[in-house]
Nanobody
Framework: QVQLQESGPGLVKPSQTLSLTCTVSGGSITTNYYYWDWIRQPPGKGLEWMGAITYSGSTYYSPSLKSRTSISRDTSKNQFTLQLSSVTPEDTAVYYC???????????WGQGTQVTVSS
């Protein structure tokens, strides 16, 4: 069973860069047709897909966030990372790392981590 765990600061100041890491256990981030996503949910709003990095290292981003978002990976640590620059209070949300396993393998979610943007 693949498990995902988010980690990072819970409080970020406006204009700074938010950085979160997802540590994966029970499976490799290089497994074929595994897609590693970041999804967030602002308070009182729905889920928002932010971007993904694939098993081969290709990245995809939401058009609305592309200019501020970077997703990378460390295969030696079996981790992938989200960086969101120039944050504002509107970036306050619960951030989830998610595995989308291709070929009908299902979705696996981390527990989520609250990030608040405030001075």
């Amino acid at each position: 069973q693949v498990q995902l765990q988010e980690s990072g600061p819970g409080l970020v100041k406006p204009s700074q860069t938010l950085s979160l890491t997802c540590t994966v256990s029970g499976g490799s981030i290089t497994t074929n047709y595994y897609y590693w996503d970041w999804i967030r949910q602002p308070p009182g709003k729905g889920l928002e897909w932010m971007g993904a990095i694939t098993y081969s290292g290709s990245t995809y981003y939401s058009p609305s966030l592309k200019s501020r978002t970077s997703i990378s990976r460390d295969t030696s640590k079996n981790q992938f990372t989200l960086q969101l620059s120039s944050v504002t209070p509107e970036d306050t949300a619960v951030y989830y790392c998610v595995l989308v396993a291709g070929n009908g393998g299902g979705w696996y979610w981390g527990q989520g981590t609250q990030v608040t943007v405030s001075s």
